[in-house]
């Protein structure tokens, strides 16, 4: 296994990053520590959860912090070995205030995912999503008061646009708050868009890119097939089927290319997707869900891929370009949460 810093930290990460969003919903508390041990065994030290993970889509309140209960548990008498991140931003409550990174919810929420975590500390504390409606300074001021407690070690970003993440590191120096050290973006052969501002800001800033949804929500595992709706009980099924450009002919005319070029290379689409994230040399680590021990098993295996392979790929899926924005037109920046909704999307 490949270890890299966490930005410009002193913090060594794994490549590969066992994301467990599926923790406490699709896969079961014995199956996500069976997960945790072969991640473990493979040289994996990067965990990441969130506090809202742990639910079946169908019932988001069920769930909230599940994932983060079962890692604990996990990391029981182990825990110095993990370099372990979580987030705060969507709400784990219906009460006025309980979204956002408003000063009162990052410190209640830090406290609830230590709780849930069995742990005095966490290593990485990220922001989940832009809190459009909330001043920086207010959300840094309380990520400062945090790492200067001791609770937190590092603080990073998701889903953050390149402009956002610099006013984040223009706060921070003028203030003199803890600085972010990663972010968080959606990254794979159908949505390159970061490579045209986030991925230089990130190389001249010294920011970690901790990259997810290497498959591009399951479009790059083979699961769907064209003018054919989603299988039941997929992602896909319960969160995209209704958007016309999910499954689009654009998207399947890119699929059927990669998936011939991988048959080429002896491969796995699955397999050649996450092995071109991690042939992108400015991605820290690669974050995969897996939902099996099978899944992580490709993802280990992944190794990067030869220039021409690369090149191929390239004229595939143009750099910069997306096929497929699943996640709306700017990443998840510019998904209008706010005080006014508290649901899941």
């Not at 958007?243 to 290319?257: C, E, H, K, Q, Y």
């Not at 820290?284 to 939902?291: E, Q």
């Not at 899944?295 to 021409?308: F, G, I, Y």
């Amino acid at each position: 296994m490949e270890y890299r810093s966490l930005g410009r930290s002193g913090t060594m990460v794994s490549r590969v990053c066992v994301g467990t969003m599926n923790f406490g919903g699709r896969t079961p508390e014995p199956d996500a520590h069976a997960i945790l041990d072969r991640a473990a065994d493979s040289g994996v030290n990067f965990i990441d959860t969130a506090n809202v993970y742990g639910h079946e889509p169908a019932h988001f309140e069920a769930g909230r912090g599940r994932s983060e209960e079962i890692v604990g548990r996990w990391l029981r008498g182990r825990r110095d070995h993990f370099v372990v991140a979580t987030k705060v931003f969507f709400p784990m409550s219906d009460e006025p205030g309980a979204i956002g990174a408003g000063r009162r919810n990052v410190i209640r929420e830090c406290d609830a995912s230590l709780r849930r975590l069995g742990t005095d500390w966490i290593d990485l504390y990220q922001l989940h999503h832009p809190s459009n409606d909330i001043p920086i300074d207010e959300t840094l001021r309380a990520l400062d008061d945090l790492v200067t407690a001791g609770k937190v070690r590092h603080v990073g970003t998701s889903s953050f646009a390149a402009w956002q993440l610099v006013e984040a590191l223009w706060a921070s120096d003028r203030l003199a708050t803890v600085r972010m050290v990663s972010e968080q973006p959606v990254y794979n052969l159908l949505d390159r868009r970061i490579e045209r501002e986030l991925v230089p800001m990130a190389d001249t800033f010294g920011i970690g890119l901790l990259t997810w949804s290497p498959l591009a929500g399951g479009l790059l595992t083979g699961t769907y097939r064209r003018d054919r709706l989603a299988p039941p009980g997929t992602r896909f099924a319960e969160f995209w089927q209704t958007d016309p450009r999910s499954l689009a002919s654009t998207v399947f005319d890119a699929v059927d290319a990669i998936t011939e070029l991988a048959a080429g290379a002896e491969q796995s689409v699955p397999q050649l997707a996450q092995s071109w994230v991690l042939s992108q040399p400015t991605v820290t680590s690669m974050i995969v869900g897996p939902r099996t021990i099978e899944q992580l098993d490709t993802s280990l295996a992944c190794t990067p891929l030869e220039p021409a392979v690369v090149e191929a790929l390239d004229r595939i899926a143009p750099p910069g370009h997306c096929l497929h924005p699943q996640y709306g037109a700017d990443g998840l920046a510019w998904h209008p949460w706010g005080p006014h909704r508290h649901r899941w999307p």
